[in-house]
């Protein structure tokens, strides 16, 4: 009997773990929408409000991207009200690399893909997670000193 529940235990733990392995391995992107028309630049300022709605770049309805101006990383206004260290911006996820690659990325939280602070010039995946839908998106500037500012240039629709 004592086998038999050491044998189940190990079965269940062995569910548990394969079900959490998503993260480390490449998305499926065969049915996924992919961002790859023009360029679109988008400003949060130092010091402006993110509540105000130029402050934050409406990716869709679910997903509007912003930055606080206590320091932290940036964030989506449509599902939070602030950041979130290891989980903003809710609904995404990021890789470092360019979406012709798509097929080979790991995709992982923001703070995780990469350091905000070091985020300027590198090539990233956005993911935008419930519309399933992937863009390219470039930091030209991150605010240091709690100041709030930020920049990016990101992929759009396809026309």
Same mark, same amino acid.
């Given at each position: ?104 990325? @790991? ?11 070091? @985020? ?40």
């Amino acid at each position: 009997m004592k086998i038999i529940k050491k044998l189940f235990f190990v079965f269940q733990l062995s569910i548990f773990v394969i079900s959490c392995s998503k993260e480390g391995t490449p998305n499926e992107i065969s049915s996924s929408t992919i961002w790859n028309g023009s360029l679109k630049s988008f400003t949060k300022t130092d010091g402006s409000d993110p509540n105000e709605v130029n402050n934050q770049d409406r990716l869709t309805a679910k997903v509007w991207i912003t930055r606080g101006n206590n320091g932290g990383q940036i964030y989506n206004a449509a599902q939070e009200d602030k950041s979130d260290k290891y989980k903003s911006p809710i609904g995404t996820e990021w890789a470092v690399g360019n979406i012709n690659d798509l097929d080979k990325l @790991i995709f992982y939280d923001f703070r995780i893909a990469i350091q905000p602070k070091n @985020i300027v010039g590198k090539n990233l995946v956005l993911h935008l997670i419930e519309e399933d839908i992937y863009l390219s998106v470039k930091f030209k500037s991150w605010s240091q000193g709690k100041k709030g500012g930020f920049s990016y240039e990101r992929t759009t629709m396809s026309n």
